[in-house]
């Protein structure tokens, strides 16, 4: 399959695409491309026929940056709006369905958040406790990090201290890691601080910060190519070494251009070799890799970096790559060119070691339960690939039952992997009647489902793991 690439519908003047994702299903049945611009607009796109667009202005501000996916699955994509002086900077839901803004979490006045993630973590220890999500930001004008909850209003915010040179930085990109299994509850972020001209900001680094902690303070960690390297943005995730997984972090910076992997356990970096093109954002890919938007190819990436990169094709002539995110159905990689107005479509390789993961199941805490009540988290899955747990990848959720169904009365849904490379499958409520439910977990119609029976009995039997 060869890279193409599809113009942003110019029709009402100049459009100039930011970043991308696929977002929730619609009550259409489909999952469009959903793309963020500098020009009043959200294009919504058919993967199918990425030249089917039609872009969305009521309540779109002029700037809309980072765009994500709703974690839960409900019919929304979140994104950022890098306001102008003197005005809010929201981050935004965007109702798929009606096709408008439902919510707007603001920020502090001329604020300029950019990328926008998530991060799930359990409310205690117990396997079968429910789960939050968060969408995470990172502020720069005002040195704050913070999280909205699904479901809730308003920004919380956690501030940098900026009395000193070394945190004399202009924030950019966020990630998260939970710091300990026996403590689901205690993350930390992990933020990209950048040297700046206009404001003057001097310091790039890594910064991190463990809200949780008793006395918690923001530190920072050099970059390995010292100070004049400027990191851009980073991605968390695991790497299984025996029976242990360890967190690390992933980071794209310039000057000089190179991909950076951070060992969180050890404190120790490794290094990419110096690439031709600038690279932008990350993401994981269904084949264990990273996958890197660059100015000038899509670069590949085993997850030690140290090694050769992947073997990839460069863009059409002329094009760069800013943002991209990982379409679960084709097997392809969409990307934003901000240089020629167009998205680009290109397909993930299955050549060499570059083969596909696979859902694995890791526990089912509940196995049977009465009729009419709720199974908070049912079955937890995780998607393996290249030998590690993989985030990011979209797992399709499915109900097989006569009056069982998901909280919100559907049967299926569609959620990614968080940054462990794990599913929590939704809450289960239970019908009347009692009846044997499946339950089935995959990578969409690229594996078989991992599938395992919720009993629904009057007298179930005492199975909580």
Not at 141 to 168: K, L, M, R, W
Not at 298 to 315: A, G, H, M, N, Q
Request: with cysteine; aromatic share 10%; proline share 9%.
């Amino acid at each position: 399959m060869p890279i193409t690439e599809f113009p942003i519908d110019q029709s009402g003047g100049t459009r100039v695409p930011h970043s991308i994702t696929v977002g929730p299903t619609g009550t259409d049945g489909r999952r469009w491309l959903w793309v963020t611009t500098d020009n009043n607009a959200l294009v919504q796109i058919s993967r199918s026929d990425p030249t089917a667009q039609t872009a969305h202005t009521d309540l779109v501000p002029q700037y809309t940056a980072g765009i994500i996916k709703d974690p839960t699955d409900r019919k929304v994509v979140w994104f950022a709006s890098p306001a102008g002086p003197q005005d809010y900077d929201p981050i935004y839901e965007f109702d798929i369905d009606r096709r408008k803004i439902i919510n707007k979490h603001n920020l502090q006045d001329d604020a300029r958040a950019q990328t926008i993630t998530s991060v799930r973590f359990k409310t205690s220890d117990s396997p079968s406790a429910p789960v939050k999500d968060y969408i995470l930001f990172a502020e720069p004008v005002h040195t704050n990090v913070g999280f909205v909850e699904v479901g809730q209003d308003g920004a919380n915010y956690h501030s940098i201290p900026t009395g000193t040179d070394e945190f004399n930085t202009w924030l950019w990109s966020v990630a998260a890691t939970v710091n300990d299994p026996d403590t689901p509850t205690k993350y930390t972020y992990w933020v990209t601080g950048q040297a700046h001209d206009r404001p003057y900001r001097k310091t790039n680094g890594l910064y991190w910060f463990t809200p949780a902690d008793e006395g918690a303070q923001w530190r920072r960690i050099p970059l390995p190519s010292g100070g004049s390297q400027v990191p851009i943005h980073v991605i968390s995730g695991l790497i299984q070494d025996g029976t242990d997984k360890n967190p690390y972090l992933w980071i794209s910076a310039r000057n000089p251009n190179q991909i950076l992997r951070y060992d969180i356990k050890n404190r120790s970096w490794k290094t990419s070799s110096t690439i031709n093109g600038e690279p932008r954002q990350l993401a994981f890919g269904p084949d264990g890799n990273i996958w890197v938007a660059g100015t000038d190819k899509i670069y590949c990436f085993e997850k030690d970096v140290s090694r050769p990169p992947v073997p990839t094709p460069s863009l059409p002539s002329g094009s760069e790559a800013y943002g991209i995110c990982i379409d679960e159905t084709s097997q392809v990689i969409w990307y934003t060119n901000r240089k020629t107005n167009k998205i680009g479509k290109y397909p993930i390789e299955t050549e060499g070691k570059s083969s596909f993961g696979k859902t694995q199941m890791l526990i089912q805490p509940v196995k049977s339960i009465i009729p009419g009540s709720v199974a908070e988290v049912p079955l937890v899955a995780e998607f393996m690939a290249d030998a590690s747990p993989t985030p990011g990848i979209p797992l399709t959720c499915r109900i097989v039952s006569q009056e069982a169904t998901f909280l919100d009365g559907r049967r299926e849904c569609v959620i990614e992997t968080d940054w462990t490379g794990q599913v929590a499958f939704p809450a289960v409520q239970a019908g009347k009647a009692e009846e044997d439910v499946v339950l089935k977990i995959g990578w969409g119609e690229n594996e078989p489902p991992t599938t395992v029976v919720l009993h629904v009995r009057n007298e179930p039997e005492d199975d909580e793991a």
